[in-house]
């Protein structure tokens, strides 16, 4: 970590089983410019986990009965965004499933944003 004012990132994770996988995900995430929140599933028992040395870790109280493709997903989305902006200042916020991992360090993460703040990688082709 280079810059002590650096960005803070907002990690919003949807979760609901194989939770070695997502302490995993928790422990490569833990990283003071990190704060990580999550929702498991109200199908889902919660599971034990090993909160991070440096990142907030916030576990929902809330939890919705999430499906894939219904309108509870987006609601789930929606809890975790407002979650996470009425809980601190977040340059980023990024989206994930409990079985995602990142596939490059924190430091490289931390670094590709910096380098092009203000930027979106979004775009759409209009229809012909």
């Given amino acids: 970590m280079k810059n002590l004012n ?19 995900l928790i422990n490569l995430l833990d990283d003071p410019r990190n704060d990580i929140f999550v929702h ?23 939890r919705i009965d999430t499906r894939w493709g219904d309108i509870s997903l987006v609601e789930t989305e929606l809890l975790l965004l407002k979650t996470a902006y009425n809980s601190g200042q977040y340059e980023y916020f990024h989206m994930i499933s409990g079985i995602d ?4 360090p924190n430091d490289y993460i931390h670094d590709f944003f910096e380098n092009y703040k ?7 082709i209009a229809p012909s």
Avoid: R, T
Wanted: zero cysteines; charged letters at 25%.
């Fill in 40 to 62: 498991i599933d109200k199908k889902s028992e919660l599971p034990e986990l090993i909160a991070p040395n440096f990142s907030k870790l916030a576990i929902l109280d809330k």
């Fill in 101 to 104: 991992l990142p596939i490059k």
């Fill in 118 to 124: 203000g930027l979106e990688f979004v775009g759409y």
């Fill in 6 to 24: 650096y960005m803070k990132h907002a990690y919003l994770i949807i979760a609901h089983n194989k939770y070695p996988q997502l302490q995993l």
